[in-house]
């Protein structure tokens, strides 16, 4: 009997609703596409977005910018980062996050990582002392948030800033506070494989007057910066306009009149990302040779993605079950390859960070495997999907233990 295969696209998003392509038409009509370019009276999509962004997550001051990388750099560079400082961060993430630290001449220390794929504490409390660094980059990679309460108390206690990297957990929280609330500064990409969709575009939020002050400045405001809303006042940005570089990096309304359609509805679609999250989750529970990554009681997930381990699986055992499900419609991602692939690299191909070794680090990623849940995917297709990734790990499993026993 023919096994069955998937056919569904994991790079295929929805569409873009039609109330944003209404709302992007209107800009089009309008020819003020640049933020600053604005009728009397108006505050513009670009500034109704900043708005609404902090009012989502809290934050007291936001920011929109080119991209979720652009918002790291402009975040360590607004925190005075500079050539020869050392960042720390993950030593699993995805490589913006590195480059944003080598942008402005900085060297990222890397951390190792925990079974539960988030930043090891222990060894970051080490790195801190080692290093000497006074900036901790954290990435919420794939979407799973550290014990945020211990990180805190760590970063705070060595006197370490915290800038978070969001890009996977808009609308996610830490025990109820939203995920970029925590550190001084959080970043959110607007990048098509992310929560809200704008192609590309980022987000910075932050309760500190001068760190946002600075951070308006670099993203080439000029001296137009009153003409945002959800900013510090004025006077702050006297302070620090004199010696703040424009380094160009700003969003325009188009963008952001097709954000805001999507950021009304992130809710529901958060809900929908965890409804597919969990069919899957359930459906490789107690797999043999699987182990599903269990979620801290304080986590609220977005499910957009999701990652298991083949724990102690060799690369031959790993490969047939790529190929495997690849054969049968189902794209997994593995970071334990040698080589970097498509979006897939991993902290010793970052050669220009002069990694050190993370044995732990690496003893995770070998048995790492990774997939998009698109939300144009049903709740059948993720049930379809949970049960091929199972039969293939399953025979391949069972396969080893045969050649080893
Ligand atoms: C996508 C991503 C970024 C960068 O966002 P862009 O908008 O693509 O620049 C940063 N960190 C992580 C973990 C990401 O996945």
């Given at each position: 009997?023919?096994?069955?295969?998937?056919?569904?696209?994991?790079?295929?998003?929805?569409?873009?609703?039609?109330?944003?392509?209404?709302?992007?038409?209107?800009?089009?009509?309008?020819?003020?596409?640049?933020?600053?370019?604005?009728?009397?009276?108006?505050?513009?999509?670009?500034?109704?977005?900043?708005?609404?962004?902090?009012?989502?997550?809290?934050?007291?001051?936001?920011?929109?910018?080119?991209?979720?990388?652009?918002?790291?750099?402009?975040?360590?560079?607004?925190?005075?980062?500079?050539?020869?400082?050392?960042?720390?961060?993950?030593?699993?993430?995805?490589?913006?996050?590195?480059?944003?630290?080598?942008?402005?001449?900085?060297?990222?220390?890397?951390?190792?990582?925990?079974?539960?794929?988030?930043?090891?504490?222990?060894?970051?409390?080490?790195?801190?002392?080692?290093?000497?660094?006074?900036?901790?980059?954290?990435?919420?990679?794939?979407?799973?948030?550290?014990?945020?309460?211990?990180?805190?108390?760590?970063?705070?206690?060595?006197?370490?800033?915290?800038?978070?990297?969001?890009?996977?957990?808009?609308?996610?929280?830490?025990?109820?506070?939203?995920?970029?609330?925590?550190?001084?500064?959080?970043?959110?990409?607007?990048?098509?494989?992310?929560?809200?969709?704008?192609?590309?575009?980022?987000?910075?939020?932050?309760?500190?007057?001068?760190?946002?002050?600075?951070?308006?400045?670099?993203?080439?405001?000029?001296?137009?910066?009153?003409?945002?809303?959800?900013?510090?006042?004025?006077?702050?940005?006297?302070?620090?306009?004199?010696?703040?570089?424009?380094?160009?990096?700003?969003?325009?309304?188009?963008?952001?009149?097709?954000?805001?359609?999507?950021?009304?509805?992130?809710?529901?679609?958060?809900?929908?990302?965890?409804?597919?999250?969990?069919?899957?989750?359930?459906?490789?529970?107690?797999?043999?040779?699987?182990?599903?990554?269990?979620?801290?009681?304080?986590?609220?997930?977005?499910?957009?993605?999701?990652?298991?381990?083949?724990?102690?699986?060799?690369p031959e055992t790993i490969g047939q079950?790529l190929r495997?499900?690849?054969?049968?419609?189902?794209?997994?991602?593995?970071?334990?390859?040698?080589?970097?692939?498509?979006?897939?690299?991993?902290?010793?191909?970052?050669?220009?960070?002069?990694?050190?070794?993370?044995?732990?680090?690496?003893?995770?990623?070998?048995?790492?495997?990774?997939?998009?849940?698109?939300?144009?995917?049903?709740?059948?297709?993720?049930?379809?999907?949970?049960?091929?990734?199972?039969?293939?790990?399953?025979?391949?499993?069972?396969?080893?233990?045969?050649?080893?026993?």
């Amino acid at each position: 009997m023919d096994k069955p295969v998937f056919t569904g696209s994991f790079t295929q998003q929805e569409p873009i609703p039609e109330a944003a392509i209404e709302a992007a038409i209107g800009v089009m009509r309008s020819g003020r596409l640049h933020r600053y370019n604005l009728a009397e009276g108006e505050v513009g999509e670009v500034a109704l977005m900043e708005q609404e962004f902090a009012a989502l997550t809290g934050a007291k001051y936001c920011l929109a910018v080119a991209s979720g990388g652009y918002a790291m750099s402009c975040a360590l560079r607004a925190l005075g980062v500079g050539p020869g400082d050392k960042v720390l961060s993950n030593g699993f993430t995805l490589a913006p996050v590195p480059g944003a630290i080598a942008s402005v001449g900085a060297e990222p220390v890397f951390v190792e990582t925990t079974e539960a794929l988030t930043i090891d504490l222990d060894d970051l409390a080490g790195q801190i002392g080692e290093s000497g660094a006074r900036v901790l980059l954290l990435s919420h990679m794939r979407g799973h948030i550290c014990d945020m309460d211990r990180l805190m108390q760590i970063c705070d206690g060595a006197g370490v800033a915290v800038i978070e990297d969001c890009a996977h957990t808009m609308g996610a929280a830490w025990d109820g506070l939203p995920s970029g609330r925590h550190g001084v500064i959080g970043c959110y990409s607007t990048q098509t494989y992310k929560h809200i969709n704008s192609g590309e575009g980022g987000l910075l939020t932050s309760d500190d007057d001068e760190v946002m002050a600075r951070a308006v400045l670099l993203s080439g405001s000029y001296m137009l910066y009153p003409r945002h809303t959800a900013r510090p006042p004025v006077e702050t940005f006297e302070k620090v306009k004199w010696t703040t570089p424009n380094v160009s990096g700003r969003m325009d309304h188009l963008r952001a009149a097709i954000l805001r359609v999507q950021l009304a509805d992130l809710p529901r679609q958060v809900a929908r990302w965890n409804a597919l999250y969990k069919i899957v989750e359930d459906g490789l529970r107690n797999t043999a040779g699987l182990q599903v990554i269990e979620r801290a009681p304080k986590e609220s997930i977005v499910g957009s993605s999701i990652q298991f381990l083949l724990p102690g699986a060799s690369p031959e055992t790993i490969g047939q079950v790529l190929r495997g499900c690849a054969t049968r419609g189902v794209e997994l991602k593995w970071f334990g390859a040698k080589e970097p692939v498509a979006f897939t690299s991993r902290y010793d191909s970052w050669r220009y960070a002069r990694p050190r070794s993370l044995p732990r680090t690496d003893a995770i990623l070998a048995g790492l495997l990774d997939m998009r849940l698109p939300l144009t995917f049903s709740t059948g297709d993720a049930a379809q999907i949970a049960g091929i990734i199972r039969d293939e790990v399953g025979q391949a499993h069972h396969q080893a233990v045969d050649r080893a026993g």
